[in-house]
Each structure stands twice: as structure tokens, then as C-alpha cells.
């Protein structure tokens, strides 16, 4: 059964909702390994290596193939090969073998990874655009005197030009959820707005400006239709504090905008509070992405709980891939891999049919983005 269900997922495109850039100029070997570690940035001790943990080996199990290696090569043979080849060499058969027919780009992180059509352009692709809210409202601090007024008219028109399919916000690094969510009066957004200016303007964490970046996408959403806005909740680098990433937070604000389209990204470890929040909520959505990549040979036990209360319609595929192209097709692999692992457990338990099996990863591997981000 699981073999069946392998094959079906690998022949259908999925949609990639949030994912980043790859990098295509080449580096040394402490930038890749760094790579491999999501929550810290520090260079590695001398007795560690970026491939003793969960992803590492599964770079070396699923990608050493296309490297012209033999499955679980050695870390150093890997990146010898990898070497050799480059690293915009590395980048196109990774992309293309991915399997993803359109990737929602988060433009607002700054690094030297390649721009949305590019990416395309390798992969085979779409490229689309989502906006990241405290990007623009550290330019719009800098471009206006009246920030109430810049940030909401720059968001606009920024979506327009860059015809772009939804927003995102990194509230979670900035302030965590637990601040109040009530509606900020005019005048606290103007003092608030005042005194990040006569710091610096720079790094937006202030709780008011927040809240009011986060409101005004949310109202733009209600105007214009469509632009669901994007929530990373959970794992990520260690400037967050996790324990204030708890998407049962978001609750005051969930309750106000019942309808709004929410989407809560990558969530672990808190992806059963996802769940029930898609439950409970007609517009929230989550993903489990990221965290698959980290959990390799771990992450089907990650897709069965995402699995367990939220609803089928609400689920969907990413792999916030970033830097090294081994992100990208991990993440779709690995999704692959791991959703038809749990499926055909269902299915030989008598519980699912194949049928509904192969409709519900459908949906969650491109058809509820599709419909989400209007593709």
C-alpha cells in the first residue's frame, strides 16, 4: 500500500505556500553545515558536524542520489562532490527534481539567496511573492513622517506592484503573541511611531506598531479579498521566544477576525494547538514545514498529529526552505515520504479508503493552496 501511494505523490506537483530563496554563488563548508541548524547561526564547535542530526543524515540518505552519490555517503564525500559540482549546479537538480509547480516566496528576509524567478527559472515553475510586514514597516518608518498613513498606503500599493498572493508577519521574533490585541487608539500609534523613529527605525519589535501592521493587513484582506496573512509560529532561530509562540495566544485576535484567512506556519511543537485552532476558526489554516526537514526520518510522526483535529481543507504543504537547495526537495520529499507512511497506515487498518487517502493529500499537497491564494 505504502508503495502505491509513494508512487501516486510523486507524480503530483505540489505548491509550495512558504519557502525562501536558494543559494546559487558558492561557499565554504562551515556556511552549508551552518545551514543545517535552524536555531543558532554560531559557527560549530570543532568537534561537532552539521550532519550528525536528523537532517543531516537525511541529506546524505535522499540527496547523495542526485549527487551521483550512493545513498548515506560520507559527510565528506558529500561535500567534495557537492564542491565540485557547485553550487548553482547543485541548486538545479535539486530544484527541478523537487517536483513543485509553485513556490510562494517570502521576499522580506535579506540574504544571499536567489530571487523568486529565478528560482522558477530553475525548477521549472511559478513564482509568486508574499509580502513580509515588518520589512515594509521598516521602510515605511524611513519614507514618511505620518507612519499611520505611510504604512497601510505602502503595504497597498507594494502588493500591487509586486502582484503578490499574501502577507507574513514575524511577530513571533518581534514581540512573541502575548501582548494586547485590542484595537490601538490613533494617538498611541502615532507616539509609538514617534519614539521608533528617534530610536533609529530600525528593527520593528514594539508591541503597538505590531499589532497596527498586523490589523492593517488584516484590513487590506477584508477590502481587497484574498492576501491570506501569514503567522511564524514556532520553531525557528533562537532570537524568539519560543514559549511565547504559542498560537493559543493569537486567540483575542482569532476571536475579533473570525473569517480573516490566517495561516499559521510550520507550529511545532505547538501543531495540536494549530489543529484545533483550524477547528475552531473558519479562516485559520496551518502547515507543519520546517520542522520535517529538521525531524527527517522522525517526521512522519509530525505529519500524523497534524493530522489528528484539523480539518483536511485546512491543511497545507511547505518547506521554508532557505539557502542550500537540499531544503527545497527535502521538504517535498520528505512530505511525500512521511504523508504516505501515515496514509497507508490508515488505509490497512480498514480505516481510510485509498480513494480518500490520495483526496485528502491532494488537497493538502497543492488543491487548499490553490484555493487559499487564489493561484
Given at each position: 500500500m505504502i508503495d502505491e501511494l509513494v508512487e501516486q505523490l510523486r507524480d503530483r506537483p505540489l505548491i509550495d505556500h512558504h519557502v525562501h530563496g536558494a543559494w546559487l554563488s558558492d561557499g565554504d563548508r562551515s556556511r552549508f553545515e551552518n545551514a543545517l541548524n535552524e536555531g543558532s547561526t554560531d559557527p560549530l564547535p570543532g568537534w561537532d558536524s552539521g550532519f550528525d542530526n536528523q537532517l543531516g543524515f537525511a541529506i546524505r540518505a535522499h540527496c547523495a542520489p542526485l549527487l551521483d552519490l550512493e545513498p548515506h555517503a560520507a559527510a565528506d564525500a558529500y561535500?567534495?562532490?557537492?564542491?565540485?559540482?557547485?553550487?548553482?549546479?547543485?541548486?538545479?537538480?535539486?530544484?527541478?527534481?523537487?517536483?513543485?509547480?509553485?513556490?510562494l516566496v517570502d521576499t522580506g528576509f535579506p540574504g544571499e539567496t536567489c530571487e523568486p524567478e529565478e528560482l522558477a527559472a530553475l525548477s521549472g515553475a511559478h513564482d509568486h511573492r508574499v509580502i513580509r510586514l515588518e520589512s515594509l514597516a521598516e521602510q515605511a518608518i524611513a519614507d514618511s513622517a505620518d507612519y499611520a498613513e505611510a504604512f497601510p498606503a505602502l503595504l497597498e500599493a507594494t502588493i500591487t506592484q509586486e502582484q503578490a498572493v499574501g502577507m507574513k508577519t514575524v511577530a513571533a521574533y518581534r514581540t512573541g503573541f502575548d501582548l494586547d490585541w485590542s484595537e490601538p487608539a490613533a494617538g498611541s500609534v502615532v507616539e509609538a511611531a514617534a519614539r521608533w523613529r528617534d530610536s533609529g527605525g530600525r528593527r520593528l519589535a514594539d508591541p503597538v506598531l505590531i499589532n497596527f501592521g498586523i490589523r492593517s493587513a488584516l484590513a487590506l484582506q477584508r477590502r481587497r479579498g484574498g492576501l491570506p496573512l501569514q503567522f511564524h509560529v514556532g520553531f525557528g532561530d533562537r532570537d524568539e521566544d519560543l514559549h511565547?509562540?504559542?498560537?493559543?495566544?493569537?486567540?483575542?485576535?482569532?476571536?475579533?477576525?473570525?473569517?480573516?484567512?490566517?495561516c499559521l506556519l510550520h507550529c511545532y511543537p505547538f501543531e495540536?494547538?494549530?489543529?484545533?485552532?483550524?477547528?475552531?476558526?473558519?479562516?485559520?489554516?496551518?502547515?507543519?514545514?520546517?520542522?520535517i526537514?529538521?525531524?527527517?526520518?522522525?517526521?512522519?510522526?509530525?505529519?500524523?498529529?497534524?493530522?489528528?483535529?484539523?480539518?483536511?481543507?485546512?491543511?497545507?504543504?511547505?518547506?521554508?526552505?532557505y539557502g542550500p537547495a537540499e531544503l527545497h526537495l527535502l521538504g517535498a520529499h520528505l512530505w511525500r515520504s512521511g504523508t504516505a507512511q501515515v496514509l497507508s497506515h490508515f488505509v490497512e487498518r480498514g480505516e481510510w479508503s485509498t480513494t480518500d487517502a490520495l483526496r485528502v493529500a491532494g488537497m493538502i499537497g497543492s488543491e487548499n493552496a490553490r484555493r487559499l491564494y487564489r493561484l
Open positions: 561535500w567534495q562532490r557537492r564542491t565540485s559540482l557547485g553550487e548553482a549546479e547543485v541548486a538545479r537538480r535539486f530544484l527541478s527534481a523537487a517536483g513543485v509547480s509553485d513556490w511565547r509562540t504559542d498560537p493559543l495566544l493569537l486567540l483575542p485576535l482569532l476571536r475579533e477576525f473570525a473569517v480573516a484567512s490566517i495540536r494547538q494549530a489543529g484545533y485552532l483550524a477547528q475552531a476558526f473558519a479562516g485559520v489554516y496551518l502547515d507543519v514545514g520546517l520542522a526537514n529538521y525531524l527527517g526520518a522522525r517526521s512522519p510522526s509530525l505529519i500524523a498529529r497534524s493530522l489528528e483535529v484539523a480539518p483536511f481543507g485546512k491543511l497545507l504543504y511547505s518547506s521554508d526552505a
